[in-house]
């Protein structure tokens, strides 16, 4: 499933009196989304510019955005998070893929059971996790996005190889009686 938005950073909070926010990137050079257009809400209605950006630490900034030039009004984008149009950005290349294009693929064991559907990825800041929504229903598994979790994924065929962890594996095993 490709998205026609995507998902390059989120603003955080406020950083002094005059405006000033705080920006964590997602790009692959975190501070180029300095000079990428157009920056949009996730309704699409807003639309930013950063007009400058100071490293902070890591993959986070602060920034001064157009037309912002207070605290309170800095208060406002706390938690906003930037996206971009898809046709804006570069094509991926043949062993690469953005990480929205892999949300609604089948996620299949080795032998090529359904698992179930990602959902969502996530990063709380100790790397990505994929949410796979069961194929039978119930609650979500998180597995981490990493090589040998997911050694293989086939965004043309619509689906992922998973390599569930072993604490993960046995929630996924039928009962035994």
Not at 51 to 73: E, Q
Not at 95 to 123: K, Q, W
Request: charged residues 25%; without cysteine.
């Amino acid at each position: 499933m490709i998205q026609d938005r995507i998902l390059v950073g989120r603003f955080g909070a406020p950083h002094g009196v005059k405006g000033e926010v705080r920006l964590q990137s997602f790009t692959g050079v975190p501070k180029a989304i300095a000079a990428y257009k157009p920056l949009l809400d996730a309704s699409g209605a807003r639309q930013f510019s950063i007009k400058a950006l100071r490293h902070l630490k890591d993959n986070v900034f602060v920034v001064r955005v157009a037309g912002i030039d207070d605290r309170t009004s800095a208060e406002g984008l706390t938690n906003v998070e930037i996206f971009m149009p898809r046709e804006a950005l570069p094509e991926a290349g043949s062993d690469e893929f953005y990480l929205a294009d892999l949300i609604g693929l089948a996620a299949v064991n080795e032998g090529g059971e359904t698992i179930g559907r990602v959902v969502d990825v996530h990063n709380f800041g100790g790397g990505d996790i994929l949410e796979i929504a069961r194929e039978e229903g119930g609650e979500t598994l998180l597995m981490p996005f990493t090589k040998e979790v997911v050694p293989a994924i086939d965004v043309t065929a619509g689906r992922l190889i998973v390599a569930p962890p072993v604490e993960i594996e046995a929630e996924l095993s039928p009962p035994q009686d």
